[in-house]
């Protein structure tokens, strides 16, 4: 992306914000090449920083602000906006991957990158958050693309293929809040707003390590005052970032307890180290001491040792515990001799590739400065104006639901963005189903699915909004939960095996009976409602007893299922066929009735004939009088014959069925005057 900013005249100003001074670069961006106009720095007057840390943000301010004055007046033009850098200060990273799947194959734009660069730093806040066992509250300052996946395979570039599948592997850095807001309170108190926020590491490596070598197994060691910021690169990326709280410092503070000097002379004299042989200066006394750079070393050479050990060991936990093929070393803290060749023994690789870097990496820095710098100290500085080519990284402040939450700034932020920041529950944004419900039939799982609830509401600034629309500073974006939908409802006669019928023949007339089922061990028909774990048996049978009572008819004597002779508690099951000699209660008389001769009475049961002639009822149904004809008796079912009912149509309904006022079985005898009324509910 390096360019896209890219635009003579137009000026980047940035602020290396260190433990140990304040460095400030302008400059701009030209046909690939940076030119630094000015370069001015100031050493901070008391310890107002410790470890990367900001302790006085007022001390810190003033010092922004002399250097702020000294770059304008070199340059006579006011400076507004700035780039800063975050040491590496309790620095978290978290690698992870994220694919997203197409409907079908198309062309990748770059708003399908950034989708999934967005989904990447999700993913990887939402793994930092299970991990986090501090009780600081950390923010996303940075992500990497380390590598691009098309439909399985790696790729360079996603932009412009066609692909069904797209991937990413990510790296994503979180520093905590008290590190962030210390950096931006101090340079708005300069009467500066920031333009791009980076992390040193990042930084630094723009210019210490050049893309064309980072297909190699690298580390850049930036080595400041009061930490050592670390990255690895390897197949073409940034694959880790790391940070020791160890550097210059730590040595300085032997040189004070040693010598008994203030800190300003003790670093001095460790700057002197090298550069002359015998070092003279005044302890706290005001005496005149000396002492040689060969002592001095002596003195440091086990906390040199130490920062190259624990830089060794940062090193190699970044590259999956193993050493990597050559080190750069920029910064101040690590010129000190010695320090190289420690770190090459510590790493075991030969002392020629741990080597300190400046101006050999500067090949494309043009100093338009009198007597400038090209030192490793100018690594930094240099790379903090470039990354706001890269990406313009800065915070913004929104308005969530009513509180405050202060957000990354990648330039493209949305409504998610906030509500990740926020920790506002993922599930609350998008439509809930009521809850599923789930049971067995004949010993096999199912499941029906709750209805679809409704999706969060979301208004920015007042205004109808989703999840994609963009926000800038001072936005109010408030959002309501989504909801869950109905939970799920199930008659039982809605099942598809319920809906067949058992055909059998009775008395020489053929039958078609409705299936039913045991639930949970008692017998159910088709309007029961299914209960959560219900273990649903459909029978495929109904004994003799069942079918006389379905069929609401006396069952006599000399029962017969296929002209065998059978009980009441027979099964009867499809095509089988059923017979009984009929006994009438009213005369206890009995006759057979038979296919042959249902048209044909005998002539010697004329008296009883009135018991089979179909007769006519009349009954109220649903406030509306209705004839029921063709049977000789009739049961509450038989009014669906009659009406115009839909029992399908429940719609997770229930039915009710009332009878003279109260509920009625579907196989309650009617007579005649009955009231009739049958609604859902």
């Not at 501090?134 to 923010?139: L, N």
């Not at 008796?633 to 038989?638: I, N, P």
């Amino acid at each position: 992306m390096a360019g896209v900013r890219e635009s003579q005249g137009q000026l980047v100003f940035g602020l290396d914000i260190g433990t140990r001074s304040i460095v400030g670069t302008v400059g701009y961006l030209n046909n690939g090449k940076f030119h630094v106009l000015a370069v001015r720095s100031k050493e901070h007057e008391t310890r107002a920083m410790l470890d990367g840390q900001i302790h006085d943000i007022g001390k810190v301010s003033e010092t922004i602000v002399q250097v702020r004055k000294q770059l304008e007046e070199d340059l006579n033009k006011e400076l507004t906006e700035v780039c800063i850098a975050a040491a590496g200060r309790v620095l978290r990273t978290v690698t992870t991957h994220v694919e997203e799947t197409f409907d079908r194959d198309r062309e990748v734009t770059d708003e399908d990158v950034y989708s999934l660069s967005t989904l990447g730093v999700e993913r990887a806040y939402e793994e930092f958050v299970k991990t986090d066992d501090t009780e600081m509250k950390f923010y996303c300052v940075g992500y990497t693309p380390m590598r691009y996946y098309m439909n399985g395979y790696q790729i360079g570039n996603l932009e412009g293929h066609k692909a069904k599948v797209i991937a990413m592997d990510l790296i994503a850095t979180f520093l905590p809040d008290d590190v962030v807001d210390g950096l931006y309170k101090a340079v708005e108190m300069a009467g500066l707003h920031v333009a791009n926020l980076t992390l040193e590491p990042i930084a630094a490596i723009q210019v210490a390590i050049p893309e064309k070598f980072r297909m190699l197994n690298m580390a850049l060691v930036d080595v400041g005052a009061g930490t050592s910021d670390i990255s690895i690169t390897k197949e073409g990326t940034i694959t880790a970032y790391g940070m020791i709280p160890l550097a210059g410092d730590s040595l300085t503070d032997v040189i004070v307890q040693h010598c008994l000097v203030d800190f300003e002379t003790a670093e001095q004299i460790k700057r002197s180290v090298g550069v002359k042989d015998v070092i003279e200066y005044l302890d706290i006394i005001g005496l005149p001491q000396t002492i040689t750079s060969e002592q001095v070393l002596e003195l440091l050479d086990e906390n040199i040792s130490r920062m190259a050990q624990m830089a060794a060991e940062c090193i190699k936990e970044l590259n999956g515990d193993k050493a990597v093929s050559a080190v750069f070393v920029v910064g101040g803290g690590g010129v000190i001799p010695g320090y190289t060749e420690k770190l090459a023994a510590e790493l075991g690789i030969v002392k020629e590739r741990v080597v300190i870097r400046g101006e050999e990496v500067m090949q494309n820095i043009l100093f338009e400065v009198e007597d400038a710098s090209r030192d490793s100290l100018m690594v930094t500085p240099i790379g903090i104006c470039l990354s706001y080519y890269e990406q313009s990284n800065s915070f913004i402040y929104a308005e969530f639901n009513k509180e405050r939450v202060k957000l990354y700034d990648n330039g493209r932020l949305s409504v998610a963005d906030a509500a990740v920041q926020a920790q506002f529950a993922n599930e609350d944004l998008f439509p809930k189903r009521g809850c599923a419900l789930t049971f067995t039939v004949n010993g096999r799982s199912r499941m029906i699915r709750g209805s679809q609830g409704e999706a969060a509401v979301i208004r920015v600034n007042g205004e109808n909004a989703d999840l994609y629309t963009q926000i800038h500073n001072s936005d109010r974006i408030e959002v309501i939960a989504s909801t869950a939908g109905a939970p799920a409802e199930l008659e039982l006669g809605k099942l598809a095996e319920m809906g067949e019928q058992l055909h059998i023949a009775v008395n020489g007339k053929r039958v078609e009976l409705p299936k039913t089922a045991e639930v949970n061990g008692t017998r159910e028909y088709e309007f029961y409602m299914v209960h959560e774990g219900d273990d649903i048996q459909i029978r495929n049978y109904y004994t003799v007893e069942e079918i006389a009572g379905f069929l609401d008819i006396p069952m006599g004597g000399d029962i017969r299922v296929n002209d065998t002779a059978a009980k009441p508690d027979t099964r009867v099951y499809e095509n089988f066929t059923v017979s009984w000699d009929m006994e009438f209660p009213a005369t206890g008389d009995v006759y057979e009735q038979s296919l042959d001769n249902e048209d044909e009475p005998d002539p010697q049961q004329d008296d009883e004939l009135t018991a089979s002639e179909p007769i006519a009822m009349d009954v109220i149904i649903n406030q509306k009088p209705v004839t029921l004809t063709g049977k000789t008796e009739y049961v509450f079912v038989d009014v669906f014959d009659f009406i115009e009912f839909d029992l399908k149509a429940s719609g997770g309904r229930s039915i009710v069925t009332l009878l003279n006022g109260v509920n009625a079985d579907y196989m309650a005898r009617l007579k005649q005057g009955d009231r009739i009324d049958i609604y859902w509910k």
